[in-house]
T-cell receptor, first 115, second 114 residues
């Protein structure tokens, strides 16, 4: 089952605008990661934010984490056509007593940036 | 440094056949994870290997199996293929095992079962 649910499922914006994607999850986590996937290709790691962090920046990316609401957001500023991709959040839900944790991906947001 | 390499890139099989997919991790990475991606179910965790040992396994039937070799290369096998096994199979490597690690993904193997 999916741990994370991204919202919206799809987003279409014009180049230069900001894009905001949200991720909600169900159980307590140690950290949350965001990945990008271009159509039919592998995923590329964007950023990791730990549960004791509230905000993190990387270039044009800004990620926030609200553990009380079990949610995270990814903001891409001044978007470009090359940002067109699917974006996934991933959390490390514990697998249970005696089992290793595993990274669980959300359902993804498809971002389309037009010229 | 070369990235994660998955072979083959595309594969077409028929129901009942078996298939083996290969993954070569980034040099120095000893942990390999496998994911299945479908439009309906999204990304589903299959298994994780570290130092030739399966460290974690997802909720997939026993038809799905894997292994890791001493050089950290990994293979996954699906026996008695079903139509529902059609998917993009992604391999990811990391320096260490665990869900707190940054994963480096290959381009995937697109499996079509007819």
């Amino acid at each position: 089952s999916q741990q994370g649910e991204e919202d919206p499922q799809a987003l279409s914006i014009q180049e230069g605008e900001n894009a905001t994607m949200n991720c909600s999850y169900k159980t307590s986590i140690n950290n949350l990661q965001w990945y990008r996937q271009n159509s039919g290709r592998g995923l590329v790691h964007l950023i990791l934010i730990r549960s004791n962090e509230r905000e993190k920046h990387s270039g044009r990316l800004r990620v926030t984490l609200d553990t009380s609401k079990k949610s995270s957001s990814l903001l891409i500023t001044a978007s470009r056509a090359a940002d067109t991709a699917s974006y996934f959040c991933a959390t490390d839900r514990l697998g249970g007593l005696g089992t290793a944790s595993k990274l669980t991906f959300g359902t993804g947001t498809r971002l389309q940036v037009t010229l | 440094k070369a990235g994660v390499t998955q072979t083959p890139r595309y594969l077409i099989k028929t129901r009942g056949q078996q298939v083996t997919l290969s993954c070569s991790p980034i040099s120095g990475h000893r942990s390999v994870s496998w994911y299945q991606q479908t439009p309906g179910q999204g990304l589903q965790f299959l298994f994780e290997y570290f130092s030739e040992t399966q460290r974690n396994k997802g909720n997939f039937p026993g038809r799905f199996s894997g292994r890791q070799f001493s050089n950290s290369r990994s293979e996954m096998n699906v026996s008695t293929l079903e139509l529902g096994d059609s998917a993009l199979y992604l391999c990811a490597s990391s320096l260490k095992p665990g869900a707190s690690e940054k994963l480096f993904f290959g381009s995937g193997t697109q499996l079509s079962v007819l």
